[in-house]
């Protein structure tokens, strides 16, 4: 039997081809902004609803991603209206996150807290129907945002002060920025795991750029090098019984190793 | 209808006055050069007209407007003087030009031929129409400086305010970026030019507007260009006194 027998592998790789394909379609936004480790930080808040619907027994993708949201709005008002940093309103948010998912987990008792690892490290097999429904629902808003937004994003993310005299409102321009990266971590969730879903956002960027001209052209070669490393990840860790998560996210550095290695050979694409 | 005005505009830093009580209006097709030493708000002003920044004094209109409800921003371009921070990911000329085009009306509408073409145009008036496809960082500052005059040639904005267009730039790109500056004064924009010096860019200007350090108001000399010696030598000493370098200001 091939892995496409069966059903939950069929599921696996359809999530997997999202996320591949989303991922890291926001990351160069995140990247450009030097916001790299955003999506890390997402991933802890995300942990919170992750906690909130084992305790209340609703559904965890949803309940995680109200959580994100107003996590993510919360950062950005905490941003303009705190005496403190930047960095450390993150910091207090991204504590409260994973504080918050630890608390609630344990109150929600055992068998939640063995379901943690699935939201931690992903568990791409286990991903349901309705988590598939989701996922789709998720990755289609987000698409249909950055159709609408995208050029606006793009001109925010290179020079936020021009932009202002482009008559676009850059504050809102940057929460959108920041809650799309938090709704792509909940699409990551079940395929990468929360701590390490931030990788398939950044490092698929970071690989396209030693080879590339333009920022669309990072982007579109990110999103190939993200769906090949999530599919493959998926193949990989189906054949060799390995955990698909880290699996997606070596096959990714492995990509971005691959084209430093070009890079420093002096390939350069027209891209 | 005047393109820029102010009125008793003031603005603080930490509580130290950076402008002063600065009235001022620009009237259409005008080329006036903001001047003055280190310190003296020159960005700040440009910014406050821009409504980048709030006044703790007075008000500031676009075309009339004042600028917190000011929306035709198609009618105004601004050159700051910093470059595009393109060292992050990758950043193509064409598409730091094609940036300009970004705003709410732009929502859903793919580019027009009409403006496809004014991209090409644009690079093509810079003398970079063959570098469209390169990164912009791989291009020198003086060129940058003119992938950033054509993204204001882009707009089709007949207002522009240009903060050192020519900071760092060589004397040959200097009087490259004075040609394409000339170019769009004579096509009828309206043009405010932050510079030190009088040089070849700043020389296109018919008044000067001299600002001075804020312990009394802001503005000590509008008129004609060039301003009179005792403000340019009162500029020449801050710009010694300040920087690591002579900026000479010298008659046109």
Known sequence: ?271 | MKPIRTEQLGINFGGQPVLRNVSVSVDAGEFVALMGANGTGKTTLVRAMLGLIRPDAGRAWLFDTPTDSFRDWQRVAYVPQHLIAANAVPLSVEEAVRSALAGPRQRLRPLSRKQRTSIQDALDRVGLGTRGRERLDHLSGGQQRRVMIARALVTGADLLLMDEPTAGVDQGEQNRLADHIRDLHRDGATIVLITHDLGPVASLATRAIVLGQPSADSVRYDGPTPPPARWTEQFWHHSHDEESGPSLLEGP
């Not at chain 1, 409260?96 to 097999?125: K, P």
């Not at chain 1, 598939?132 to 950055?146: H, K, M, R, T």
Request: overall charge positive; proline content about 2%.
């Open chain 1, 1 to 271: 039997m091939t892995l496409l027998d069966f059903d939950f592998m069929r599921r696996a790789l359809l999530a997997a081809v999202v996320v591949g394909m989303i991922a890291p379609a926001i990351g160069v936004f995140l990247v450009q902004r030097r916001l790299a480790l955003l999506g890390d930080g997402m991933g802890h808040v995300a942990l919170t609803g992750v906690g909130l619907a084992f305790l209340t027994g609703s559904a965890p993708i949803p309940t995680a991603l109200l959580v994100v949201i107003a996590g993510a709005i919360g950062i950005e008002v905490l941003r303009g209206r705190s005496r403190s940093a930047g960095d450390v309103i993150l910091a207090l948010v991204f504590y409260g996150g994973i504080a918050g998912g630890v608390l609630l987990t344990y109150l929600a008792g055992n068998r939640a807290a063995s379901s943690l690892n699935q939201y931690l490290f992903g568990a791409i097999t286990t991903v349901s129907s309705t988590d598939l429904v989701w996922l789709l629902g998720a990755a289609l808003a987000l698409l249909a945002i950055l159709a609408v937004f995208g050029r606006e994003m793009f001109a925010v993310s290179f020079d936020p002060e021009v932009a202002r005299t482009q008559g676009i409102r850059t504050g809102f321009i940057g929460v959108l920025i920041t809650i799309l990266a938090a709704v792509t971590v909940v699409i990551g969730m079940r395929t990468v795991g929360l701590l390490l879903v931030s990788a398939i956002m950044i490092v698929p960027i970071a690989a396209a750029q030693q080879v590339t001209r333009s920022f669309r052209g990072t982007a579109a070669l990110g999103v190939l090098i993200g769906l090949a490393s999530a599919v493959g990840g998926v193949v990989a860790s189906y054949y060799l019984d390995v955990p698909s998560g880290a699996t997606i996210v070596l096959i990714a550095i492995a990509f971005f190793v691959g084209s430093l290695g070009l890079a420093a050979a002096g390939v350069r694409r027209s891209a």
